[in-house]
C-alpha cells in the first residue's frame, strides 16, 4: 500500500474513534499520532506525557514545546515506576509494570475527559522485538493506531517530514530503565547517573547511542559512524573523566555499536518462555 493511501486509513480510522486521549513521550512515533489526532479531531483529543525518574527533563522538556507546536491540548501526570511493586528488582516483563501503571492512569484520564479511546505510538516494526508492554495494552484496551494502520517507522518518519514536524530525524528513544541488565535493580540514583552521563555525550555531538549501566561499568553504545569520534584522544579522555565524576569507575565502548533491544541479548530464552 502506497504511503498516502496508509495515511488517509490512519485519518480514517482516527476519525472513527471520535475522541482519544494520546501517550505522548514527544518521540518520533508520538509526536505524529498526536499531530494527526489534532488535525482530525481537533479539540476532542488530549496529549498526555507522564512525567518519572526514567523520563529524562531533556525529553519533556522537548514533549512541552511539540505538544504547543501542534496545537494540541496537552496534560501532565505523574507515573512513577519506582513506586510500583516489582518494577524496580527489574525483571525481563519489566515494561509490563511499568505500561498497566501508565494506561490505568491514561484510562482515568479519558473517563474524566469524557475521551473514548486510550492511544499509543506503537507501529509495525515494534512487533519484532520482545515488547511486554503490549500485553498491558491489550487487556487494558488501548488502541495502537499506527500498527493497525501498518505504519512503520520509515513511513512515519517520512509522513512526519512532509507534515513539517521538527522530529522527522529524531534518533529513537527509549526510557532509562532500558539502560540496566535484567535483574540489576533500578534506582534513582542509577537513573540519574545514565541521564547525566547521556546528557554529556550529547554535548559533544554524539547521536544515536546509549550508555548502559552495568554496575561500576558504563557501557557505551555508538553510532558506528561515531565509533572513530570517540576514539579522539581529546575526547576519550573528557568522556571517562565525566563519566568516572558521575559515579562510575570504568568505561568501556561497545564496539557492535548502538543497537535496539541490547539488553534482549542474553535472555533469548527466557523471553521465549515469558512470550
Same mark, same amino acid.
Given at each position: 500500500?502506497?504511503?498516502?493511501?496508509?495515511?488517509? #486509513?490512519?485519518? $480514517?480510522?482516527?476519525?472513527?474513534?471520535?475522541?482519544?486521549?494520546?501517550?505522548?513521550?514527544?518521540?518520533?512515533?508520538?509526536?505524529? &499520532?498526536?499531530?494527526?489526532? $489534532?488535525?482530525? +479531531?481537533?479539540?476532542?483529543?488530549?496529549? *498526555?506525557?507522564?512525567?518519572?525518574?526514567?523520563?529524562?527533563?531533556? %525529553?519533556?522538556? %522537548?514533549? &512541552?514545546?511539540?505538544?504547543?507546536?501542534?496545537?494540541?491540548?496537552?496534560?501532565?501526570?505523574?507515573?512513577? !515506576?519506582? %513506586?510500583?511493586?516489582?518494577?524496580?528488582?527489574?525483571?525481563?516483563?519489566?515494561?509490563?509494570?511499568?505500561?498497566?501503571?501508565?494506561?490505568?492512569?491514561?484510562?482515568?484520564?479519558?473517563?474524566?475527559?469524557?475521551?473514548?479511546?486510550?492511544?499509543?505510538?506503537?507501529?509495525?516494526?515494534?512487533?519484532?522485538?520482545? @515488547?511486554?508492554? @503490549?500485553?498491558?495494552?491489550?487487556?487494558?484496551?488501548?488502541?495502537?493506531?499506527?500498527?493497525?494502520?501498518?505504519?512503520?517507522?520509515?513511513?512515519?518518519?517520512?509522513?512526519?517530514?512532509?507534515?513539517?514536524?521538527?522530529?522527522? #530525524?529524531?534518533?529513537?528513544?527509549?526510557?532509562?530503565?532500558?539502560?540496566?541488565?535484567?535483574?540489576? !535493580?533500578?534506582?534513582? %540514583?542509577? +537513573?540519574?547517573?545514565?541521564? $547525566?552521563?547521556?546528557?554529556?555525550?550529547?554535548?559533544?555531538?554524539? *547521536?544515536?547511542?546509549?550508555?548502559?549501566?552495568?554496575?561500576?561499568?558504563?557501557?557505551?553504545?555508538? #553510532?558506528?559512524?561515531?565509533?572513530?569520534?570517540?576514539?579522539?584522544?581529546?575526547?576519550?579522555?573528557?568522556?571517562?573523566?565525566?563519566?568516572?565524576?558521575?559515579?562510575?569507575?570504568?568505561?568501556?565502548?561497545?564496539?557492535?555499536?548502538?543497537?535496539?533491544?541490547?539488553?534482549?541479548?542474553?535472555?533469548?530464552?527466557?523471553?521465549?518462555? *515469558? @512470550?
Amino acid at each position: 500500500m502506497r504511503l498516502e493511501e496508509k495515511y488517509e #486509513n490512519l485519518k $480514517k480510522y482516527i476519525k472513527e474513534l471520535g475522541s482519544a486521549v494520546i501517550a505522548f513521550s514527544g518521540g518520533v512515533d508520538s509526536t505524529f &499520532l498526536a499531530k494527526v489526532c $489534532k488535525d482530525v +479531531l481537533n479539540d476532542r483529543c488530549l496529549a *498526555v506525557t507522564a512525567t518519572s525518574s526514567t523520563y529524562p527533563e531533556r %525529553e519533556f522538556k %522537548e514533549a &512541552l514545546e511539540l505538544a504547543k507546536e501542534i496545537g494540541i491540548r496537552h496534560k501532565i501526570i505523574k507515573s512513577e !515506576e519506582l %513506586e510500583i511493586e516489582g518494577f524496580s528488582k527489574n525483571p525481563i516483563d519489566r515494561c509490563y509494570y511499568c505500561k498497566s501503571e501508565l494506561f490505568s492512569k491514561l484510562k482515568k484520564v479519558a473517563d474524566d475527559e469524557g475521551m473514548e479511546y486510550v492511544l499509543d505510538g506503537t507501529n509495525a516494526d515494534d512487533t519484532g522485538d520482545f @515488547r511486554p508492554g @503490549r500485553r498491558a495494552a491489550k487487556e487494558l484496551g488501548v488502541k495502537s493506531p499506527l500498527l493497525e494502520c501498518g505504519f512503520t517507522k520509515d513511513d512515519i518518519r517520512e509522513m512526519s517530514k512532509n507534515l513539517g514536524l521538527p522530529t522527522w #530525524n529524531k534518533p529513537a528513544y527509549a526510557c532509562l530503565s532500558s539502560r540496566f541488565p535484567y535483574g540489576q !535493580e533500578i534506582t534513582s %540514583e542509577k +537513573l540519574s547517573m545514565v541521564e $547525566k552521563s547521556e546528557e554529556y555525550l550529547l554535548k559533544l555531538g554524539f *547521536v544515536g547511542f546509549r550508555v548502559r549501566h552495568h554496575g561500576d561499568i558504563a557501557r557505551i553504545e555508538l #553510532n558506528p559512524d561515531q565509533i572513530n569520534m570517540m576514539l579522539d584522544e581529546n575526547i576519550r579522555k573528557k568522556v571517562v573523566s565525566k563519566l568516572k565524576e558521575i559515579g562510575f569507575k570504568y568505561v568501556s565502548l561497545d564496539l557492535e555499536g548502538y543497537r535496539t533491544g541490547s539488553m534482549n541479548e542474553a535472555i533469548s530464552e527466557l523471553i521465549n518462555n *515469558v @512470550r
